[in-house]
């Protein structure tokens, strides 16, 4: 994942009773999937295991409606994984909010880091 | 620190170069010094061990212009720390800015879980 090189960041976790249905990560790997077309592939972009990334694909499987990935279904992509229309709405609609999140508190954390000795890197440009 | 019941989580990090001024931990231990009146206790009821919290009363107070825990004074809090009135007024600052973006994306978090199969716990209330 790129270094964060924000003043700020903001991190929003969905949940599903107790699972976490959706979040940074689980977004970064959505991406990753659709550039890669494979979740394996998407794993190693993120240095997470086979493993891991494929349980994470579950419990978003698991906690929406309908499915989030599905394997593709042969030709160029055999083997392969894709994101369903599906997933990438509500992914769309997770970074929208991230967004959202992210302009609306802009003001009061240029106002707080006023407090702070140095500001990060990024003001420098 | 509390088991998450909400809905959803809003972590909100603030960076000074490449240090982690304040973030969900670090207000949650200024939280604990208020209480406690001691960094041990504080890291204590953290679960974390007494380096790691003086660690992340250094970062902060190394961070922001001025001191945000002072080893206390002798009296009955000898050996202790208090968080400084600046420190409570950043924490207030951060506790605020953790409201207002937890405010700020409610109803599309609220749309987003219409996606989900279940939605958390703390619905059924």
Redesign the interface.
Known sequence: MAK?D?????????????EL??GPGKADLLDQIIKTGSIAAAGRAMNMSYKRAWDLVETMN?????PVVEKSKGGAAKGGAVVTP?GKE?LD??R??QK??HS??KN??D???K???????SKKY
């Open positions: 964060n924000e003043d700020y960041s903001v991190k929003i976790r969905v949940l599903s009773r107790d249905a959706m698991n906690c929406f409606k309908t599906f509500i609609q997770y929208s909010i959202k999140a609306a508190i009061d954390v106002d707080f880091q407090f702070l000795k140095h500001q990060s890197n």
